[in-house]
């Protein structure tokens, strides 16, 4: 049922989004305690601002009343998705070149599973990450279709 519901949000999201020349970086459905939230994450070039996610808010707020598609009771929340941004398209990979990410894969590649690196490129369909280990730094390659979660990192 989750998966409908962000299928549908998605589908009555982007028109909207793209209306407003944003991005629609993804679409979560998720139950927190007794509630259930619906959380929609817009951004542009720039960074996105409160008038933004209201916005949004409202005209998408409208569209998901006229349909109804959602049985229970639920909170909308429009909002950016911050600094830890999440990599879900190969789009992403792409247009993040040259940042600092978190990548976890679903098996193992040079024995691991969790990188933190720069993103080098994104060619072929795979991810190609400038790791530091210690003062060594390493290059890894990571297929796309391993890729189990992935999003931007911050570096201290």
Not at 100 to 119: A, L, M, N, S
Request: charged content about 35%; overall charge negative; hydrophobic content about 35%.
């Amino acid at each position: 049922m989750s998966k409908k519901i962000v299928t549908l949000t998605e589908e009555i999201a982007q028109p909207i989004v793209d209306a407003m020349e944003l991005e629609l970086v993804d679409v979560e459905f998720v139950k927190e305690g007794k509630n259930h939230f619906l959380r929609v994450y817009v951004d542009k070039d720039g960074g996105i601002d409160i008038e933004d996610c209201e916005k949004v808010s409202e005209q998408l707020s409208e569209q998901l009343d006229e349909q109804d598609p959602i049985e229970s009771a639920y909170f909308l929340e429009v909002s950016s998705p911050g600094v830890e941004r999440k990599l879900k398209k190969r789009e992403d990979f792409e247009r993040f070149v040259g940042s600092y990410v978190y990548i976890k894969t679903f098996e193992p590649i040079d024995g691991d599973k969790e990188f933190f690196g720069d993103i080098k490129n994104f060619e072929n369909d795979e991810v190609t990450l400038v790791v530091k280990i210690k003062t060594q730094t390493k290059e890894v390659t990571i297929p796309y279709k391993k890729v189990a979660n992935a999003h931007l990192a911050v570096s201290f």
